[in-house]
């Protein structure tokens, strides 16, 4: 079966119920039975479940309000592909890398990079994409 990976900032977990929308949409992909769903989002590095699903997180790096969004990319994205990997992901199993928000914009092209036949979508719906308008720096 295919893997449908899933990267957002926004997923519930056993301390909040923020991202709730993100839990829905997931359990509507599992009942398709098309694809093995993963989700992925930044974290301390231990996985979770909530609702039956099971949450990889990996480190990120970000300054604050996100100034200088790609300053750490490339450190962001290896600590991505290793959680994958960690997870008993092949890359060429991947069908479709999904990333919800601005913050996510780097991690399915990484796939991409490794599995060209992979569907990369780009899900963005914040008003303040970067934050910009959030956080300790927002006036400067």
């Not at 900032?9 to 923020?18: A, D, I, K, L």
Request: glycine letters at 8%; one cysteine or more; proline letters at 5%.
């Amino acid at each position: 079966m295919k893997t449908y990976l899933y990267v957002t900032p926004f997923f519930p977990s056993p301390g909040s119920w923020r991202g709730a929308y993100c839990l829905d949409f997931i359990k509507a992909v599992v009942r398709t039975g098309r694809y093995r769903v993963e989700v992925f989002r930044e974290g301390d590095g231990r996985d979770y479940e909530v609702g039956g699903v099971v949450v990889h997180t990996f480190r990120a790096r970000h300054l604050p309000s996100n100034v200088f969004p790609t300053l750490f990319a490339r450190r962001n994205v290896r600590s991505f592909l290793d959680a994958v990997s960690r997870a008993g992901i092949d890359l060429k199993d991947v069908a479709v890398c999904h990333g919800n928000t601005a913050f996510t914009i780097g991690y399915p092209p990484a796939v991409k990079a490794f599995n060209s036949h992979c569907l990369t979508i780009f899900h963005h719906h914040d008003l303040a994409s970067f934050g910009l308008n959030n956080g300790r720096l927002r006036h400067f």
